[in-house]
């Protein structure tokens, strides 16, 4: 499988304490876990989704983890797909499920809870929080503002701990 090398898209809509319901503002605890084989029925280009996460499940060094919220996991909210480096963890997709993008999206805060996450893998993995990923040029800005990711050139954006522990802070405060 040749992979297109293009750089991530995704929009940080709002930085939520998790996610937050747009049309009530309500917010929902979330959990993160790992996606399973069983989850495929859900997540295919017939359903809205844009990545075949299938394929992406089966490339053996990433790991693909699924965002639901607090008792209800059969509903995934989001999906991300990591690399753990000798240094950092990689970012290599992040995607919102198909309801929560757009302008009729029924949450905000996926994205943010997503890259929140891989900090948090991170530093459970000894990296210090470093997370790297590719961006499209024209959301290399976008990432600085949202997400406090730094410019190291090129394409290449890397998130460093002290941008990691504000997130973490803001999705993982326990």
């Known amino acids: ?6 750089g991530l898209d995704f929009i ?10 747009v049309i009530t ?15 495929f029925k859900n997540v295919s280009k017939e359903k809205g989704w844009l990545f075949n996460w299938k394929e992406e499940y089966k490339i053996p ?7 639901t919220i607090t008792n209800n996991s ?6 991300i797909s990591l690399e753990i480096k000798s240094d950092h963890v990689y970012m290599h997709l992040v995607e919102s499920a198909p309801f929560n993008k ?3 999206k029924v949450y905000a805060g996926v994205p943010g809870n997503l890259v929140a996450f891989a900090c ?27 997400l406090g990711a730094l410019h190291f050139g090129g394409r290449v954006m890397i998130i460093d701990t002290i941008a990691a522990l504000k997130l973490i802070k803001k999705y993982f405060p326990r």
């Open 61 to 67: 060094e990433r790991e693909v983890y699924k965002l």
């Open 120 to 146: 948090k893998l991170s530093f459970q993995r000894g990296h210090e929080g470093n997370v790297s990923f590719l961006s499209k040029t024209q959301l290399v800005e976008h990432y600085i503002e949202t």
């Open 102 to 104: 757009g302008q009729s």
């Open 1 to 6: 499988m040749k992979e297109k090398n293009e």
């Open 25 to 39: 503002g309500d917010s929902f605890t979330t959990e993160i876990s790992v996606l399973t084989s069983k989850d």
């Open 74 to 79: 059969s509903i995934i909210q989001g999906l």
């Open 12 to 21: 940080v809509d709002k930085l939520t304490n998790s996610i937050e319901n």
